[in-house]
T-cell receptor
Framework: SAVISQKPSRDICQRGTSLTIQCQVD?????MFWYRQQPGQSLTLIAT?????????ESGFVIDKFPISRPNLTFSTLTVSNMSPEDSSIYLC????????????FGSGTRLTVV | GQQVMQIPQYQHVQEGEDFTTYCNSS?????IQWYKQRPGGHPVFLIQ?????EVKKQKRLTFQFGEAKKNSSLHITATQTTDVGTYFC???????????????FGKGTLLTVNP
């Protein structure tokens, strides 16, 4: 299955600042997915990132707040902009494992605390 | 919108007891996937079910997909302390051949095992 390197693993940020999270995949993938997981909660899809096109955002998430880059088929970034304490969460990237029936592989997550 | 409901939210068992978590969707699913997330970890893919009425086993884990493809269950026989974690179901609601592929996660069931 795919291997994803996600960084940073955690960060503590001041409100009003921005943090960029990076995900590097060891194989080329068409779509990359960004999720948010608040402590003890389920995973909520933020957006789907396709190479060469703008990301598709889910209801409640906007590009100005969560800009995404997808410069090639192995890499993507998610920026959390103008952070507030409500943005404190775990952010995960994910890709579908190729071949069908193998589910999705997740990055190890970025634990963000906004103070 | 599409919802995937999962119960129970928490389950505490004695080691050796069985455990079951249930997942229900408001609409028919193309497939359903199950993930395990250890405390402090990221979700790890367990299995995917595609066919109506499908049953799959992985050692002590039994996964079922309902006949109507709207519900699923995960049953663990004789739990062990290594089974501790949160089990998520995730449904794919995209129509066959559709391009808007998206997983919707249940809220998860946190399993704790008393040794």
């Amino acid at each position: 299955s795919a291997v994803i390197s996600q960084k940073p693993s955690r960060d503590i940020c001041q409100r009003g600042t921005s943090l960029t999270i990076q995900c590097q995949v060891d194989s080329q993938v068409t779509m990359m997915f960004w999720y948010r997981q608040q402590p003890g909660q389920s995973l909520t899809l933020i957006a789907t990132a396709n190479q060469g096109s703008e990301a598709t955002y889910e209801s409640g998430f906007v590009i100005d707040k969560f800009p995404i880059s997808r410069p090639n088929l192995t890499f993507s970034t998610l920026t959390v902009s103008n952070m507030s304490p409500e943005d404190s969460s775990i952010y995960l990237c994910s890709v579908e494992d190729q071949g069908g029936g193998h589910g999705y592989t997740f990055g190890s997550g970025t634990r963000l605390t906004v103070v | 919108g599409q919802q995937v409901m999962q119960i129970p939210q928490y389950q505490h068992v004695q080691e050796g007891e069985d455990f079951t978590t249930y997942c229900n969707s408001s609409t028919t699913l193309s497939n359903i996937q199950w993930y395990k997330q250890r405390p402090g970890g990221h979700p790890v893919f367990l299995i995917q079910l595609v066919k109506s009425g499908e049953v799959k086993k992985q050692k002590r884990l039994t996964f079922q997909f309902g006949e109507a493809k709207k519900n699923s269950s995960l049953h663990i026989t004789a739990t062990q302390t290594t089974d501790v974690g949160t089990y998520f179901c995730a449904g794919d609601v995209s129509p066959p051949g559709g391009s808007n592929y998206k997983l919707t996660f249940g809220k998860g069931t946190l399993l704790t095992v008393n040794p």
